[in-house]
C-alpha cells in the first residue's frame, strides 16, 4: 500500500546520501500556477466585486449577490451551532490563547552609550485578511488558528474569507461563521481560491465604486495551490505567512512503537487531501511489516477510504528504512515535515535532537491530531520543506520591530568621526555631512 526507499547500509558502502533527494516529496507546481491566477487578480485589480461575482459563479458555482457576510448569519451561525461543537471550539481557543499569550513580546532599549538608546518597540500589524479554505473539509480550527494569534499580537482589523458552498445559499459553511462569530470576528467575506487573496491585496468596490473591502496588510492561512500562487504574486504588495501546500506527517517510530497507533496518524493527515504526504521513517522492518498490515485494515474501514488510498500510494508517502536512529533523525531533519511525530523510546531526547521541523509531537499520547485542534500549538504550519528556513504561525507573524533611535548632543558628537569615516569609505559625503552640519566649527 505504501512505497518502501530502503537507505540502510547504503552509507556503509560509502554513498553520499542527498536525503532531500530520497525521501517522498510532493510536487505542487506554483510557478505554473502562477500564469492561471495572474489574470484572476488582474481582474480584481480592475473591476472589483463584480469580478469577484463572475469568479466565484465559474470556479465555484455559485451565484452570489453581496461577498460580505452579514452579521445576522455570523449570529444565526453560532446560535445554531451543535452545543458540543461549541464547546469544543471554545476549549481549542482557550488553550490557543494561553499558548500564544507567552508569545507576546515586551518593548526593549538598549543604552548604546551615555545619552544614546536604541528602543526596539513590537508593534502589531494594523489590518490582515485570514484565508480559511474550503473544499474537501470544513475548517473552523483554521479559523481559530489564524485570529487567535492576530487577536493576542493586538491587530485592529482582521478580516476572513472562506470560499462560498453551494449547500448553504452561497455563504461559507456555517461551522466557519460561527466559530469567526464565537472569535468576534465580524468582517467575512464568501470568496475563495486566488481572488480572495487578490480581493485582500487590492480591495474590492461595487459597481457604485463604494469600497466593500479594504486592502489589507498581510495575509495568512493555508489553502490549495492557486492560493499559494497568488500568495507568490501578490508578495511585496502584501505580507505574506507562507505558501503553504498540502500537508504533511512523518513518524520516526523504533521497534517499541505501537503499529496500530502509526497507522491511524499516517491516516489522519492522509484524509485531508490526496496530495497530503505521510511518511514513515523507521529502523525496524518489523514495524514496517506491521504497520503496513494496520494500514490495510484501518484505509479499508475509514470514511474518506479513497482519498486516504490515493495520498498513501502517492509520490509524496513512503516508509523509509534507515540503519538506526541516527540516521533516522538526519533523515526527518532534511525532509522537515510540517508536522513529525517522535515514536520511540525515550522519545524526548531523540525529539531534542530534531532542528527541522513545524512542530513535534513526542510520545505515543502526542498524536498530530491533537495539534491540529486542542493541544494549544498552531497548526498553520510550514510545508515542503520550508521548515528548514520558517516557522509556523504565532504571535510574531502580526508583530513588526521597529528600531526608534535617541540620540542626545554629546552622544552624537562621541560618534561622529566613525559616521564621517564609514561614510567617506562607502564614497557617500552627504552622509557625512550630515553629521557635520550639526556641529559647526
Not at 475509514?302 to 482519498?307: E, P
Request: net charge negative; glycine share 8%; aromatic share 4%.
Amino acid at each position: 500500500m505504501i512505497r518502501r526507499i530502503d537507505l540502510r547500509g547504503r552509507l556503509a558502502d560509502g554513498e553520499e546520501l542527498d536525503y532531500r533527494a530520497l525521501v517522498p516529496r510532493a510536487s505542487a507546481d506554483v510557478e505554473s500556477a502562477l500564469e492561471a491566477v495572474r489574470p484572476i487578480c488582474a481582474d480584481v485589480r480592475h473591476r472589483g466585486v463584480e469580478a469577484l461575482r463572475e469568479l466565484t459563479a465559474r470556479f465555484d458555482g455559485v451565484q452570489i449577490k453581496d461577498i460580505r457576510v452579514p452579521e445576522s448569519a455570523l449570529r444565526d451561525a453560532l446560535s445554531e451551532l451543535d452545543p458540543a461543537v461549541r464547546a469544543a471550539l471554545e476549549e481549542s481557543i482557550a488553550r490557543a490563547r494561553t499558548v500564544h499569550a507567552d508569545q507576546r513580546r515586551s518593548d526593549v532599549t538598549t543604552v548604546v552609550a551615555p545619552g544614546g538608546t536604541v528602543t526596539e518597540r513590537w508593534v502589531p500589524v494594523q489590518r490582515v485578511g485570514l484565508y480559511v479554505p474550503g473544499g474537501l473539509a470544513v475548517y473552523p480550527s483554521s479559523v481559530v488558528m489564524n485570529v487567535v494569534p492576530a487577536q493576542v499580537a493586538g491587530v485592529e482589523n482582521i478580516a476572513v474569507a472562506s470560499p462560498p458552498q453551494k449547500g448553504f445559499g452561497g455563504a461559507p459553511h456555517p461551522t466557519i461563521l460561527a466559530a469567526c462569530a464565537l472569535l468576534g470576528i465580524t468582517e467575512v467575506y464568501a470568496v475563495g481560491g486566488a481572488q480572495a487573496i487578490a480581493m485582500f491585496a487590492y480591495g474590492a468596490r461595487d459597481d457604485a465604486g463604494a469600497q466593500v473591502c479594504s486592502p489589507v496588510d498581510l495575509v495568512t492561512g493555508p489553502g490549495n495551490v492557486y492560493v499559494a500562487a497568488a500568495k507568490r504574486l501578490l508578495k511585496g504588495l502584501i505580507g505574506i505567512d507562507a505558501e503553504a501546500g498540502p500537508t504533511e506527517i512523518a513518524v520516526l517510530a523504533d521497534e517499541s512503537a505501537n503499529p496500530a497507533h502509526v497507522a491511524a496518524d499516517l491516516i489522519s493527515q492522509a484524509e485531508h487531501d490526496p496530495l497530503a504526504a505521510s511518511v514513515l521513517v523507521t529502523d525496524s522492518t518489523e514495524l514496517a511489516d506491521a504497520v503496513d498490515a494496520e494500514l490495510k485494515l484501518q484505509v479499508a474501514a475509514t470514511k474518506h477510504a479513497d482519498r486516504v488510498l490515493s495520498a498513501l500510494t502517492g509520490e509524496q508517502s513512503g516508509t523509509v528504512l534507515v540503519d538506526d536512529l541516527a540516521q533516522g533523525v538526519a533523515v526527518a531533519d532534511a525532509y522537515a515535515a510540517e508536522h513529525l511525530e517522535i515514536q520511540t523510546r525515550d522519545a524526548p531526547a531523540v525529539a531534542a535532537r530534531i532542528r527541522n521541523a513545524g512542530a513535534v509531537f513526542v510520545g505515543p499520547w502526542s498524536p498530530v491530531s491533537l495539534g491540529d485542534y486542542a493541544a494549544g500549538s498552531n497548526h498553520v504550519l510550514p510545508t515542503g520543506g520550508c521548515a528548514r528556513h520558517s516557522s509556523g504561525l504565532s504571535v510574531q507573524t502580526f508583530l513588526r520591530g521597529i528600531h526608534v533611535v535617541e540620540y542626545g548632543q554629546e552622544a552624537l558628537r562621541a560618534v561622529a568621526s566613525h559616521v564621517e569615516t564609514l561614510a567617506d569609505a562607502e564614497d557617500l559625503p552627504a552622509h557625512g555631512a550630515a553629521v557635520r552640519a550639526r556641529f559647526p566649527s
